[in-house]
């Protein structure tokens, strides 16, 4: 194994490409040219789930791991869209992305997030459900910005966040922003 300081150094330089890693469902589906990326969305959902942590006194650590974590795979498989193959075979393609990147950490932090990754993919517990309601949420966010600025109308994109968010927290958000 690497010594810490280079295992911290290797995920990162392998993380900042999702600076230039963009979401291609606003690209292919809303035609917006530069979308933003899935750093910056990642960012927000990270921003969203602290907050929501804070607020509502729930598991902030694994909140805030499971956030940063839901899309650094996409370094490696890029924004995978749901018609693109299947649920499973996208979750084995990720899972073993997110493997390649976290290799040079100690087993036991690389066991701690491939586990988070696991659960938010398959949303079996408390914090992964919200994380990956707090992630449609984001988009629907970032929907509501993208019609503002581009005149859009991207309902496709709000009906979808909606089906998504089943907790009351979560879905008092999506509402608000609905209403503004």
Same mark, same amino acid.
């Given at each position: ?20 890693? +963009?979401?291609?469902?606003?690209? %292919?589906?809303?035609?917006?040219? @530069? ?5 910056? /969305? ?6 969203? $789930? ?19 974590? /839901? ?12 018609? !693109? ?5 996208? /979750? ?8 390649? #990147? ?14 988070? &990754?696991?659960?938010?993919?398959? +949303?079996?517990?408390?914090? $992964?459900?919200?994380?990956? !309601? ?6 629907? #966010? ?5 019609e503002k600025e581009?005149?859009? @109308?991207?309902? !496709? &994109? &709000?009906? %979808?966040? +909606?089906?998504? #968010? @089943?907790?009351?927290?979560? +879905?008092?958000?999506?509402? @608000?922003?609905?209403?503004?």
């Amino acid at each position: 194994m690497k010594d810490k300081s280079s295992s911290i150094l290797d995920v990162l330089l392998k993380a900042e490409r999702l600076k230039k890693v +963009r979401r291609k469902g606003w690209i %292919t589906k809303a035609k917006i040219r @530069n979308a933003e990326s899935v750093a910056e /969305h990642s960012y927000c959902v990270a921003l969203a $789930a602290m907050l929501v942590a804070d607020i509502y006194s729930i598991d902030f650590a694994n909140m805030l791991r499971t956030a940063i974590i /839901h899309d650094l795979c996409e370094v490696m498989t890029g924004d995978i869209q749901p018609d !693109e193959m299947s649920r499973k075979e996208k /979750h084995l393609l990720e899972m073993e992305a997110l493997k390649k #990147i976290l290799d040079a950490l100690p087993e036991d932090v690389k066991g701690l997030y491939l586990r988070l &990754f696991r659960e938010f993919n398959s +949303r079996s517990t408390p914090v $992964a459900k919200l994380v990956s !309601e707090i992630d449609k949420l984001e988009m629907a #966010i970032q929907a509501s910005i993208y019609e503002k600025e581009k005149g859009l @109308n991207l309902d !496709e &994109f &709000f009906l %979808t966040a +909606r089906s998504m #968010i @089943n907790s009351h927290i979560i +879905r008092d958000i999506y509402d @608000n922003l609905m209403r503004k």
